[in-house]
Each structure stands twice: as structure tokens, then as C-alpha cells.
């Protein structure tokens, strides 16, 4: 059959628009490169996107493979005008069954190895670190003790309403650069999430427990942190801000916390009656300087 000039510039347009398509798709987002991932700005953060872009690949290998061959099935074997008959019908094809057992096995179990590796990396403690920062979740917000400087930071929930300014109230927990942190989690009423998704790690804080992981910020900048563990009617502003600094802006935080009366340690065990957000004078003066762990 002879294509008419018309159909054939269809086609070309046609196939002109995918390409154009597939090409925004793949150069306009640059997150492309990154599996989608937000930037790298930790070392826990390199580790997570070292471990998701192989998988992603894989991934996608294996479906291409998949979906090319269920494709070829559909079109190569569909049913013809005039075919009256069945296909040949197979069953216990053994070598066939040995393949579709063996290889899904096999990629599980390669999963398995690299995840189970990584997530043994992100959640060691074992290298001394630089500083230690204890952080108390409570319903609604956060206090943040620099366990080695002696001071706090403490925080009252932040309803961001979409005026100027709310941002401002949120507590900040300040950090310096290329340092390494030990958070040590704890919360003093329910279940909470320490969440910094620029780090790419979150920890569940629970009451009664202390769980610690460690991670060293590498860029300099402002991230936003959340509660990631649905702990009552105010969660969503459960929210506080991460700057990361050069250790001389860290430093001057310090100094600044201890000139405003920040000293002492928030003790995880002070009452939610004594602990009135934001009104450190009201936590009795022991408590406040009394173990943190
Ligand atoms: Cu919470």
C-alpha cells in the first residue's frame, strides 16, 4: 500500500511530538540524573542516593525486559482473522518455572544484601562524633540541647497560615558544617518523628526510649524539619527549621542562646504542666540543668 503524503507527514509529526516529549522529559528535570532525589547535602543523604540509583536502574531494566516481552507475546501470538483453534496449551514447564523461581530470588536476595548494608551504615554510631545534640519531641514542637555547649533551644508549635513572618517562629536548630552530629532522640509525651527530608533520615522518637543515629551536614543552607509520625491534632505544625553553618556561626549561636538565658539542658522527664512552651522560667531550675539522658 502506497502511504499518501498526507498520512506520512502525520506520522513524522506524530513521532517528532514523542520525541520532544521524552526529551523534556529526561533534560527538563534535572532531578532525572538523581533518581528524582532531592540534592545531596549529607553524607547520609550521598549514601541513600548511591544505594537508589542502581536500584532504579535495575528496576526499570528489569520492567523494559518485562513489559517488552509481554508486549511481544500480545502482538506476536494475538488472535488472527480465521483462527478457530486454541494455542497449544503448556503447563509444568519445568525449566521455565525453575527461571521464574531462580532469577525473582536472585534479585530479591541482591536487594536485600545492598539495603540491609546501607541501612547498617546510616544507623551506626560507632564513629566519635564532633558534637551531640539531644533532641525532646513534644506535642507540639521541639527542644534542641547542645549537649557540649550547655544550652537549648525550645519551641512552640508554628501554624504556617500562609501570612508573612509564621516561619520565623519556628524553633531552629543550628548545626555546623561538615561536622559530625550524634542526635540522640527522645520524646516526652507520645510517639514522634525526627525528620529532616534534605538529609534523607528520619528516626521514630519514642517515650521511654533513646534512640541515636549520626550524620554530618556537608552544605551549608537552611532545610525544613517535620514530625513524621502522626502524634495528634497539632502534627502538621510540628515543624522547625535546620540551618547549617560555617563553625563560626555556630558558635555565635551558642553564645547567643547563653546571653538570652538559654543554659542548662531540657530534661526529657519535665512535665508537660511545668513545661509551658516557650517559657523556659517556668521548668524549676534543677530540672533544668539535670541529666538530659
Ligand atoms: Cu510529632
Known amino acids: 500500500m502506497v502511504v499518501g503524503e498526507p498520512a506520512r507527514r502525520r506520522r513524522r509529526l506524530r513521532v517528532a511530538g514523542i520525541a520532544a516529549l521524552a526529551a523534556l522529559a529526561l533534560s527538563g528535570c534535572e532531578g532525572v540524573t538523581r533518581g528524582y532525589l532531592p540534592p ?9 542516593t548511591d544505594l537508589w540509583i542502581p536500584s532504579w536502574i535495575a528496576v526499570l531494566a528489569v520492567g523494559a525486559v518485562t513489559w517488552g516481552l509481554m508486549l511481544y507475546a500480545a502482538v506476536r501470538f494475538r ?44 544507623v551506626s554510631t560507632s564513629t566519635k562524633q564532633d558534637l551531640t545534640v539531644s533532641v525532646v519531641a513534644k506535642q507540639w514542637s521541639w527542644d534542641f540541647n547542645y549537649i557540649d555547649s550547655n544550652v537549648h533551644e525550645t519551641g512552640v508549635h508554628t501554624e504556617l497560615d500562609g501570612t508573612e513572618g509564621k516561619r520565623a517562629q519556628m524553633p531552629v536548630l543550628y ?119
Not at 40 to 48: C, Y
Not at 226 to 248: N, R, W
Open 40 to 48: 545531596v547535602v549529607s553524607d547520609s543523604g550521598q549514601l541513600v
Open 79 to 122: 488472535k488472527r482473522k480465521g483462527d478457530e483453534t486454541l494455542p497449544v496449551q503448556l503447563r509444568y514447564n519445568v525449566p521455565m518455572e525453575m527461571l521464574y523461581t531462580i532469577i525473582p530470588v536472585f534479585m530479591v536476595a541482591v536487594f536485600f544484601y545492598y539495603t540491609a548494608r546501607d541501612e547498617a551504615r546510616l
Open 175 to 293: 548545626l555546623p558544617v561538615n561536622k559530625r552530629v550524634e542526635f540522640v532522640l527522645n520524646a516526652r509525651d507520645v510517639i514522634h518523628s525526627f525528620w529532616v527530608p534534605a538529609f534523607m533520615m528520619k528516626m521514630d522518637m519514642l517515650p521511654g526510649k533513646t534512640n541515636k543515629f549520626q550524620l554530618t551536614p556537608t552544605q551549608v543552607g537552611t532545610f525544613q524539619g517535620k514530625c513524621a509520625e502522626l502524634c495528634g491534632a497539632y502534627h502538621s505544625q510540628m515543624l522547625f527549621m535546620v540551618k547549617v553553618v560555617p563553625q563560626a556561626e555556630y558558635d555565635q549561636e551558642m553564645a547567643r542562646l547563653r546571653s538570652i538565658g538559654q543554659e542548662g539542658l531540657i530534661p526529657v522527664n519535665v512535665s508537660r504542666e511545668e513545661m509551658v512552651p516557650g517559657d523556659i522560667e517556668k521548668i524549676p531550675a534543677p530540672a533544668r540543668t539535670g541529666s538530659n539522658q
